[in-house]
């Protein structure tokens, strides 16, 4: 009964930013954790960052120091903000969110980067 809406997905040069945003509606109670997760051609899907409702959050290798994920929760949105992106970070990114012993999924966005 939850749906995620994503957006800010597009085709950028190596080097650009994008900021990525993903908002939940339907029946909320409490969210959990919530995250952003990608998937390149040929690959498996891969975690890149995930939030928790406060505290510490945790990021992919590749993406640390580039990447930044934060969350407002009173309008229920997760945010990835993606700086310095280089063509290997081209993918489609999905959104992930945690509602009890629910899990719901974005559509996913595609993040192309040109060289």
């Known amino acids: 009964q939850v749906q995620l809406v994503e957006s800010g997905g597009g085709l950028v040069q190596a080097g650009g930013s994008l900021r990525l945003s993903c908002t939940a509606s339907?029946?909320?109670?409490?969210?959990?954790?919530m995250g952003w997760y990608r998937q390149a051609p040929g690959k498996e899907r891969e975690l890149v960052a995930l939030a928790p409702r406060v505290g510490t959050t945790n990021y992919a290798d590749a993406v640390k120091g580039r990447f930044t994920i934060s969350r407002d929760n009173a309008k229920n949105t997760v945010y990835l903000q993606m700086n310095s992106l280089k063509p290997e970070d081209t993918a489609v990114y999905y959104c992930n969110l945690r509602q009890w012993s629910s899990i719901y999924w974005g559509q996913g966005t595609q993040v192309t980067v040109s060289s």
């Open positions: 339907g029946t909320i109670f409490s969210l959990s954790a």
